[in-house]
């Protein structure tokens, strides 16, 4: 969460961090700022909202400076609690991501509510002529999570960045000119093709030709590794769509094709994961995510079991560190995080290994701290989701997670032959999305109709509960309706109460063998006076008076329904945020990587 950008160089670095933060806006974007140093003197312009806000236009010509993009954690959202932070002698100033958890003990008189201004105060106290000394000695008093770009006023050739816990990552140009500090390698330009990964505890000095990396706690330099980044798959702008949501969902059959490629054997009969080497066999998953990739991982728990015939699990990667998990021995930790970078995730990973658990993860960002602390991994290569709310993400994760399956099935009794036709249907898999793309501009029609619901109930069995869940989720996430998910058995088990009069209900139903219990449920939910959108698939002939409207999605093997069912819900999800003129890309109260707790 929030978005750190730095520059030193020579070129106007108010423009640099200003192009930087915009395209680091989708990890917060309730307040931003720029402060440069310049002729002695810091310029610091902070606004309320999206980067947007700040003109990108400045007439300092200073060659340093730092910004960010705020996703509020301490303070409510004003000019006053944007970063960045002065301490009160004026002469450092801050931009922080994370939190300083003993913020309170230290008596400084604010100007803000933020724990970062606290920082910028201890940092100036430890001051002697040497910022990188003075910002290690101030993060030993500190306890919590940051990631951290500090100027001195006096020092105009220096950043201070350092990390714990907060993404970082410093960019060099070609010819050690120019250095960059971003909290993510997407908003880089893209002509800088040289990265350093700042690691936890690590401190790093930069000028704009020379850099030092050490350990915050020894002051030890050592040599830093740098490592190439690939521009290829940054996303650029919306190209023609009004929002990078419609882009991300309407890019799902492309996103699909990317999970799959190079990664079946030559004769079809298995998966081939160049990033795997497992050095036990796999006698059980357990699943980690948060949030949408939590809902992947259910569907990832159905799939292991039903196609790898071994047990699956899952839990919310916020949980699971503060709970006591029985496993056995070969328990294979598939932790899913489309950032690579939420930081629960990122603690029970942790967690995971100093139990010494196998743990594998599925990412879509390459050298993502998630991607790099696993060490072994399958990357999704989905391209950049910007939009807060996920979708290519989730639905590529779901294909990556039928071939972990098939993967894992092959290594117990799933035959070639099984293994050959879940492969041949898998390959369908894009042109199938392709088809339901074009089916969902109904969704437009039916989010209309539906525009002022105050409450909804997604309903789905077996394969479709996880998209249940999930389509609450965006509904919720989007359109800021209050919904819930569940297993359409579960329904006489107390939320049939909740249901009356004009409840809306969007119950998905495109298994063939569980037709008539999906019948008998929808009848239960129509008698209430209440309203259902279904979704089933062609073929499938639900009685009239079991639906007020209903959404055909093409045939389907159940273990792919998922991954058609979802798009439907993105695009009613999306359509009904747009008809309150919602903001699709960036919902009210969320960012994209959630990296604090
Ligand atoms: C999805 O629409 C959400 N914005 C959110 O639930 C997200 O999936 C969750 O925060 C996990 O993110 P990650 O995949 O980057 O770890």
Same mark, same amino acid.
């Given at each position: 969460?929030?978005?750190?950008?730095?520059?030193?160089?020579?070129?106007?670095?108010?423009?640099?961090?200003?192009?930087?933060? #915009?395209?680091?806006?989708?990890?917060?974007?309730?307040?931003?700022?720029?402060?440069?140093?310049? @002729?002695?003197?810091?310029?610091?312009?902070?606004?309320?909202?999206?980067?947007?806000?700040?003109?990108?236009?400045?007439?300092?010509?200073?060659?340093?400076?730092?910004?960010?993009?705020?996703?509020?954690?301490?303070?409510?959202?004003?000019?006053?609690?944007?970063?960045?932070? %002065?301490?009160?002698?004026?002469?450092?100033?801050?931009?922080?991501?994370?939190? =300083?958890?003993?913020?309170?003990?230290?008596?400084?008189?604010?100007? !803000?509510?933020?724990?970062?201004?606290?920082?910028?105060?201890?940092?100036?106290? /430890?001051?002697?002529?040497?910022?990188?000394?003075?910002?290690?000695?101030?993060?030993?008093?500190?306890?919590?999570?940051?990631?951290?770009?500090?100027?001195?006023?006096?020092?105009?050739?220096?950043?201070?960045?350092?990390?714990?816990?907060?993404?970082?990552?410093?960019?060099?140009?070609?010819?050690?000119? /120019?250095?960059?500090?971003? !909290?993510?390698?997407?908003?880089?330009?893209?002509?800088?093709?040289?990265?350093?990964?700042?690691?936890?505890?690590?401190?790093?000095?930069?000028?704009?030709?020379?850099?030092?990396?050490?350990?915050?706690?020894?002051?030890? /330099?050592? &040599?830093?590794?740098?490592?190439?980044?690939?521009?290829?798959?940054?996303?650029?702008?919306?190209?023609?769509?009004?929002?990078?949501?419609?882009?991300?969902?309407?890019?799902?059959?492309?996103?699909?094709?990317?999970?799959?490629?190079?990664? +079946?054997?030559?004769?079809?009969?298995?998966?081939?994961?160049?990033?795997?080497?497992?050095?036990?066999?796999?006698?059980?998953?357990?699943?980690?995510?948060?949030?949408?990739?939590?809902?992947?991982?259910? =569907?990832?728990?159905?799939?292991?079991?039903?196609?790898?015939?071994?047990?699956?699990?899952?839990?919310?990667?916020?949980?699971?560190?503060?709970?006591?998990?029985?496993?056995?021995?070969?328990?294979?930790? =598939?932790?899913?995080?489309? &950032?690579?970078?939420?930081?629960?995730?990122?603690?029970? %990973?942790?967690?995971?290994?100093?139990?010494?658990?196998?743990?594998?993860?599925?990412?879509?960002?390459?050298? !993502?701290?998630?991607?790099?602390?696993?060490?072994?991994?399958?990357?999704?290569?989905?391209?950049?989701?910007?939009?807060?709310?996920?979708?290519?993400?989730?639905?590529?994760?779901?294909?990556?997670?039928?071939?972990?399956?098939?993967?894992?099935?092959? #290594?117990?009794?799933?035959? #070639?032959?099984?293994?050959?036709?879940?492969?041949?249907?898998?390959?369908?898999?894009?042109?199938?999305?392709?088809?339901?793309?074009?089916?969902?501009?109904?969704?437009?029609?039916?989010?209309?109709?539906?525009?002022?619901?105050?409450?909804? *109930? +997604?309903?789905?069995?077996?394969?479709?509960?996880?998209?249940?869940? /999930?389509?609450?989720?965006?509904?919720?996430?989007?359109?800021?309706?209050?919904?819930?998910?569940?297993?359409?058995?579960?329904? @006489?088990?107390?939320?049939?109460?909740?249901?009356?009069?004009?409840?809306?209900?969007?119950?998905?139903?495109?298994?063939?063998?569980?037709?008539?219990?999906?019948? &008998?449920?929808? *009848?239960? %939910?129509?008698?209430?006076?209440?309203?259902? %959108?279904?979704?089933?698939?062609?073929?499938?002939?639900?009685?009239?008076?079991?639906?007020?409207?209903?959404?055909?999605?093409? @045939?389907?093997?159940?273990?792919?329904?998922?991954?058609?069912?979802?798009?439907?819900?993105?695009? +009613? &999800?999306?359509?009904?945020?747009?008809?309150?003129?919602?903001?699709?890309?960036?919902?009210?109260?969320?960012?994209?990587?959630?990296?604090?707790?």
């Amino acid at each position: 969460m929030c978005g750190i950008f730095g520059y030193v160089g020579n070129k106007t670095a108010y423009t640099e961090v200003y192009d930087g933060l #915009k395209k680091l806006e989708y990890r917060g974007y309730d307040s931003c700022g720029i402060s440069v140093i310049d @002729k002695g003197k810091f310029r610091t312009i902070k606004k309320v909202g999206a980067p947007d806000e700040l003109n990108g236009k400045s007439n300092s010509k200073a060659t340093i400076g730092i910004g960010h993009t705020r996703w509020a954690t301490h303070g409510v959202v004003n000019v006053k609690n944007a970063h960045p932070h %002065i301490s009160k002698d004026g002469t450092i100033v801050i931009v922080h991501n994370g939190v =300083v958890e003993n913020a309170h003990q230290f008596d400084y008189d604010l100007k !803000s509510d933020t724990d970062s201004e606290v920082l910028a105060n201890l940092i100036a106290d /430890e001051y002697t002529l040497d910022l990188g000394k003075a910002v290690s000695r101030a993060l030993e008093k500190v306890e919590g999570t940051y990631g951290i770009a500090v100027m001195h006023r006096d020092d105009p050739k220096t950043i201070v960045a350092a990390r714990r816990g907060s993404p970082l990552c410093i960019g060099i140009s070609g010819d050690n000119s /120019e250095t960059y500090i971003a !909290s993510d390698t997407y908003a880089l330009p893209p002509e800088i093709s040289r990265v350093i990964y700042l690691e936890d505890g690590h401190v790093a000095t930069i000028a704009a030709d020379n850099l030092h990396i050490y350990k915050a706690d020894q002051a030890v /330099e050592f &040599s830093h590794k740098i490592t190439g980044v690939d521009h290829k798959y940054n996303a650029g702008d919306r190209e023609g769509y009004t929002t990078f949501l419609e882009k991300e969902i309407r890019e799902q059959p492309v996103a699909i094709r990317n999970a799959m490629r190079g990664r +079946f054997s030559k004769d079809f009969t298995n998966i081939l994961f160049g990033g795997i080497k497992l050095r036990k066999k796999v006698r059980r998953v357990l699943f980690l995510g948060c949030g949408t990739a939590y809902h992947a991982g259910l =569907v990832g728990k159905y799939l292991i079991e039903s196609i790898a015939g071994i047990p699956a699990s899952v839990e919310y990667a916020s949980e699971y560190k503060y709970k006591n998990t029985p496993t056995e021995d070969g328990t294979l930790i =598939v932790a899913i995080s489309q &950032s690579g970078e939420t930081i629960d995730t990122l603690t029970a %990973i942790e967690e995971a290994q100093a139990q010494d658990h196998m743990v594998i993860s599925i990412t879509n960002v390459v050298a !993502s701290s998630i991607a790099r602390l696993t060490n072994m991994g399958i990357y999704q290569h989905a391209g950049p989701e910007i939009s807060v709310a996920s979708s290519k993400a989730f639905t590529s994760q779901l294909t990556i997670l039928v071939m972990l399956a098939i993967y894992i099935g092959r #290594k117990h009794n799933l035959s #070639k032959v099984q293994a050959k036709r879940y492969i041949s249907q898998l390959r369908k898999l894009p042109a199938l999305i392709e088809k339901t793309l074009d089916i969902c501009t109904e969704c437009k029609t039916l989010s209309a109709k539906w525009t002022s619901m105050k409450s909804c *109930k +997604f309903l789905g069995r077996q394969f479709m509960y996880p998209i249940a869940i /999930e389509g609450a989720l965006k509904l919720k996430e989007l359109a800021y309706v209050d919904c819930h998910g569940y297993p359409a058995g579960e329904l @006489k088990h107390g939320p049939l109460a909740a249901v009356g009069y004009h409840a809306m209900c969007v119950y998905l139903a495109p298994q063939k063998e569980l037709f008539e219990k999906n019948v &008998s449920t929808m *009848k239960e %939910i129509m008698a209430r006076d209440s309203h259902i %959108i279904a979704i089933t698939q062609e073929g499938l002939d639900f009685p009239e008076d079991t639906y007020d409207n209903i959404i055909y999605l093409p @045939k389907a093997p159940d273990y792919l329904q998922p991954i058609l069912a979802v798009i439907p819900l993105q695009f +009613f &999800s999306m359509y009904m945020a747009q008809s309150h003129q919602y903001n699709v890309d960036r919902p009210r109260h969320l960012a994209k990587s959630v990296t604090v707790e």
